[in-house]
């Protein structure tokens, strides 16, 4: 083993993490704010279900419109693209 090995082993505040692990992670916590589609913009999607399902107009598809551009306006703030 050589020295700095020695150094590197006795010495467990150098410049190398105990767990060597930490490296593999990303950088700045993108790992702990990375999303589910599920689990965001939920009222969203409620009112936008709500709507298409429920929706007494001759085209659901056409009356719902801006609800479905709000839910897809929230999806893309999360990174998700939805067409």
């Known amino acids: 083993m050589s020295a700095a090995?020695?150094?590197q082993f006795a010495n467990p505040s150098s410049s190398h993490p105990n767990n060597l692990a930490a490296d593999l992670k990303p950088a700045g916590g993108e790992?702990?704010?990375k999303v589910k589609p599920c689990c965001v913009c939920k009222e969203e999607k409620s009112a936008r279900d709500e709507c298409m399902l429920f929706s007494t107009a001759a085209n659901p598809q056409?009356?719902?419109t801006s609800l479905v551009d709000k839910y897809r306006a929230c999806m893309r703030g999360?990174?998700?693209n939805i067409h």
Do not use: D
Request: proline share 0%; net charge negative; with cysteine.
């Open 78 to 80: 999360y990174g998700f």
């Open 62 to 64: 056409e009356a719902c």
């Open 31 to 33: 790992a702990t704010q």
């Open 5 to 7: 090995q020695q150094t």
